[in-house]
């Protein structure tokens, strides 16, 4: 039985069989997890080593696999890692709060919808950084601290199934004012972006839920808005300040074949 407490990572364990069902209730983050992986540069050599803060189940591993990183999750609950490991990810049983990892080990860090779950933001974020090397890059993506948020990722989210009930606690989520001043603080330069989920998709998912070969029903596109969800990119000092890519119009969200999903 799901936790009434809400933000509680036992939640995980109950819900342990969505990571990977198609059209469960983990789609949408099966959407946000192909973006995120169209963030990450290429190693540029072997021997590199890409943390996943908070990995879950592994969403991100198939999109990052072929190139070539040592693709270490760190995550709270056992059962997700089991999953993750099954998708080639090193699993590390921690919290992100207190990684159990080297300082500056990391090529790239990246933190998928876990910073809105976290009570100590200050120090999770010092964490991420101290992980990162110098001039490494880090990923991200959250939930914005605003009304429109609340209401659409808890009031209406939960009540139309898109969120499962109980998992987000809406005090804990942040501004991407609040964040880029943390990064900033550990070196971090952080440029951010509004995403939102395509609108076409979300009927399939809601309405249609046809999920016979496996494939996601929709995709994370960019958005004018930061107020709901939005995307983070940046890199550690040490790389000049001109290698914090801008993010591009249509880098999130194509297809191989440079098709967009209808909105």
């Not at 963030?39 to 990995?55: K, M, N, W």
């Not at 080990?105 to 110098?134: K, N, Q």
């Not at 309405?207 to 958005?223: F, K, N």
């Amino acid at each position: 039985m799901l936790s009434m407490r809400r933000n509680d990572p036992c939640q995980y364990d109950d819900l342990a069989g969505e990571w990977w069902r198609p059209g469960g209730g983990f789609e949408l983050l099966r959407w946000l997890a192909a973006a995120r992986a169209e963030l990450i540069p290429r190693p540029g050599g072997p021997g590199r080593v890409l943390v996943d803060a908070g990995c879950g189940g592994g969403l991100l591993a198939p999109h990052v696999s072929a190139l070539g990183y040592q693709h270490v999750g760190v995550d709270l609950r056992a059962s997700g890692l089991v999953q993750a490991a099954e998708q080639g990810v090193v699993p590390v049983a921690a919290d992100v709060a207190g990684l159990p990892l080297a300082d500056g080990c990391a090529d790239v860090v990246v933190a998928g919808e876990i910073l809105e779950h976290v009570p100590d933001l200050s120090g999770t974020v010092a964490e991420l950084c101290r992980v990162l090397r110098p001039g490494g890059r880090v990923v991200l993506d959250t939930v914005n601290s605003t009304a429109l948020s609340r209401f659409v990722t808890v009031t209406l989210g939960e009540r139309l199934g898109v969120a499962p009930v109980g998992l987000h606690d809406p005090a804990l989520f942040v501004s991407p004012r609040r964040l880029r001043a943390e990064f900033a603080r550990h070196g971090v330069r952080l440029a951010v972006r509004g995403v939102r989920p395509t609108f076409s998709g979300l009927v399939r998912w809601l309405v249609v839920r046809p999920a016979s070969d496996g494939r996601p029903l929709g995709q994370i596109v960019p958005t004018f808005s930061t107020a709901i969800l939005y995307q983070g990119i940046g890199h550690k000092a040490a790389a000049p300040p001109s290698a914090v890519p801008p993010f591009a119009v249509g880098q999130v969200g194509a297809s191989s074949s440079g098709k967009r999903d209808g909105r």
